[in-house]
């Protein structure tokens, strides 16, 4: 196996529900989350897209349901999908129970706008009815008004303060089974609310930091907030949200949750940066192999290193690694057992993965 501290990540304890056939809190592993962004009423193009991040390793998808056309819609699709489905509503709480009717696993509702008590009251009662659980999800761009007058702007306190507010609402209707988002742009601000949240109540926690931007700043802001949560033991399903393909959202979540020895799912793929000592054309080789090796669910080591300075180290902790040299040496669960040119390399490697798995699960 990959080298690997000993620190083991303590989680916080807290309530477990059901978002479809997907536990969520308890002891339950880190749910990974997406959202589709096709126009819902499309049902083709968003089942073929709910079916892509499934394969990409989703084990929840939410899907925008902006209108009852939309709900209509949302009836198909689910017909259509396997995985779990969040109804996404805003606004229109009459909305919230017609998903709830046509097969939505969960609601999300957000409680800056969805309306006065008396419709969250209607929502309880439909997710009750229904058996599904409500994820309550606050926005430091949408707060209450009278929240937004009394701190002047959107802060921790703020979106803790109107967490609990909804919470109260769904404790006093006797309805414990819910989750929570806490979601701003800004890390620290997410940060901090979260941490104060995670000591007020039991229930599970959805960890995300919202329109966090591109692929690349979105996933560097994601992995420092969530990560940081996630360290800290907070945090039982994560969306990663990127101005991007859901896949990509995704595989970033699959990513920080590898990285933190938090769930395993595919290649764990540990290779240097390159450098002038490189025998091989390592960022090519690595771009090859993470392409040819993207159907892989089953969790397996790969260590890509380009010369000898570090590459024996790596390579030999591996399951299956490449050091460089002339010829490259290939190792297989500590030993070299083959040699290769760079013309065969990547060929090599994947069908010695391949075979490495077949063997595991034999």
């Given at each position: 196996m990959a080298m690997q501290s000993k620190h083991r990540i303590t989680r916080r304890v807290s309530r477990q529900i059901h978002v479809g056939d997907v536990p969520?809190?308890?002891?339950?592993?880190?749910?990974?989350?997406?959202?589709?962004?096709?126009?819902?009423?499309?049902?083709?193009?968003?089942?073929?897209?709910?079916?892509?991040?499934?394969?990409?390793?989703a084990d929840i998808v939410r899907v925008s349901v902006p209108t009852l056309k939309a709900a209509e819609a949302?009836?198909?699709?689910?017909?259509?999908?396997?995985?779990?489905?969040?109804?996404?509503?805003?606004?229109?709480?009459?909305?919230?129970?017609?998903?709830?009717?046509?097969?939505?696993?969960?609601l999300r509702i957000n409680p800056g706008n969805i309306g006065g008590e008396h419709r969250v009251r209607e929502v309880v009662a439909c997710a009750r009815e229904h058996q599904i659980p409500i994820r309550i999800g606050v926005n430091a761009g949408s707060l209450e008004r009278e929240l937004q007058e009394k701190y002047g702007e959107p802060?921790?306190?703020?979106?803790?303060?109107?967490?609990?507010?909804?919470?109260?609402?769904?404790?006093?209707?006797?309805?414990?089974?819910?989750k929570v988002s806490l979601k701003a742009s800004e890390i620290f601000m997410t940060v901090e609310?979260?941490?104060?949240?995670?000591?007020?109540?039991?229930?599970?926690?959805?960890?995300?930091i919202t329109e966090a931007g591109g692929v690349r700043s979105g996933a560097v802001k994601s992995a420092i907030g969530l990560g940081m949560l996630l360290a800290d033991g907070i945090g039982d399903t994560v969306r990663v949200s990127l101005a991007a393909d859901p896949v990509e959202e995704v595989k970033v979540a699959w990513d920080m949750l590898k990285s933190l020895h938090l769930r395993t799912r595919g290649i764990n793929l540990v290779a240097c940066p390159s450098c002038s000592r490189q025998n091989f054309d390592v960022i090519k080789t690595v771009n090859e192999l993470e392409s040819r090796l993207?159907?892989?669910?089953?969790?397996?080591?790969?260590?890509?290193?380009?010369c000898v300075v570090n590459g024996p180290g790596e390579a030999r902790e591996a399951q299956v690694g490449v050091t460089g040299g002339k010829p490259n040496s290939i190792f297989i669960d500590g030993s070299i057992q083959h040699k290769t040119n760079n013309e065969d390399l990547v060929d090599t490697l994947e069908k010695l993965v391949r075979q490495k798995l077949t063997e595991t699960a034999s």
């Open positions: 969520v809190g308890g002891d339950a592993p880190i749910s990974v989350q997406s959202m589709t962004n096709t126009e819902t009423e499309d049902v083709d193009a968003t089942v073929e897209q709910i079916q892509r991040i499934q394969k990409a390793g949302f009836k198909e699709i689910r017909q259509q999908v396997e995985v779990p489905l969040v109804a996404d509503i805003h606004f229109n709480w009459k909305v919230a129970i017609a998903s709830a009717a046509n097969g939505a696993d969960c802060n921790s306190d703020a979106l803790v303060e109107s967490a609990m507010r909804h919470i109260d609402i769904l404790e006093r209707h006797d309805f414990p089974d819910f609310a979260y941490r104060k949240l995670a000591d007020r109540i039991e229930q599970p926690l959805h960890l995300g993207d159907d892989i669910d089953a969790p397996l080591d790969l260590a890509v290193i380009g």
